[in-house]
């Protein structure tokens, strides 16, 4: 059996379930962010062994060796140096950006047996299955027009999707259209939420077109202004606490998540920022707040803040 794995997805929800179902009753589990250690410091870690030779498993998040351009090629040799003699009593998990099977690292860590979970793209079947799995456990049904408008008001996200059913079987556990319509999210709520996903991932031919979509429905500039000064906000928080040293649990904790799924998101929405550029954010979304209420067009000011980001 293979103990490399390779996962990517841009579901939470399918990132948890597939450690889960590699790992199973393991709880010799060590995490690592390439946001805030290198691989040299993983390959250190992995390379040690107790006294008692147990099982254990290590998951390395944020990987960029195994997709997109750059080859890393210092890093990439001492990680196939280290994996072509990896202790069998270790598990290796690495969480994925992307993965293409041309690059030389991949293709190399398939003849050490590694599988690979490229999960980004998850058609019909699979986010059916997936919800039906998850609504059996919590003992949660939902009616066949319920699930279609849940769909479609989350946009195909699964993650949106999942916690949808869960804020609204807080009212019964049997969903219908009706309990949708009056307590699910609604699509200019995801309007709103992937408008700011794309401000942050800096993808402005998408931002602009949500933007103007935003507020052709009349959501007006201060709602927006506030959405993104919350994003980037949390995202400060988030890394501050992570280089303090603060775990995932004890972040969520801290700033009063419901759990470490919003921290990990954080975290990855992140990773292209810097501490300070965050900082800067923070205080131009705060000049923006004062200029909108002296009067300033918030359609020109919002611009403004996305040209100069």
Known sequence: MSNIHLISSSSYHVINNKIKEIIGDNTNITTHSLNDVTIFDCIDDASYFGLFNEKRVIIIKDVKYFGGK????????????????????????????????????????????AKIYDLQDIDDELFKTIVDEYTKDLNITIDDNAFDTLRK?????????????????????????????????????????????????KKFNIAFDLFDKL??????GFAITGILASSYTNMFMVRDAVNHGLSDEEIAKKLGYSGTGRVYVMKKNSKIYTLDELKE?????????????????????????????
Do not use: R, W
Not at 83 to 100: G, K, P, V
């Open 281 to 309: 954010i923070i205080i131009s979304l705060s000049e923006l707040d004062i200029k909108l209420k002296t009067g300033y067009n918030p359609v020109y000011g919002i611009k403004e803040f996305l040209l100069n980001l």
């Open 215 to 220: 507020i052709a429905s009349g959501v007006d």
């Open 70 to 113: 750059f080859n890393y090629e210092e890093e990439c040799k001492a990680l196939e140096s280290f994996l072509a003699h990896l202790d069998e009593e270790t598990t290796i998990i690495f969480l994925c950006d992307s993965i293409s099977k041309s690059k030389d690292i991949t293709k190399k860590v398939l003849t050490f047996g």
């Open 153 to 201: 008001n989350s946009l195909n996200n699964l993650d949106v999707f999942l916690q949808d059913i869960d804020k609204i079987s807080n009212i019964n556990s049997h969903i219908t259209l009706e309990m949708v319509n009056t307590y699910g999210i609604t699509l200019e709520e995801l309007d709103t939420f992937e408008f700011s996903n794309a401000v942050i991932a």
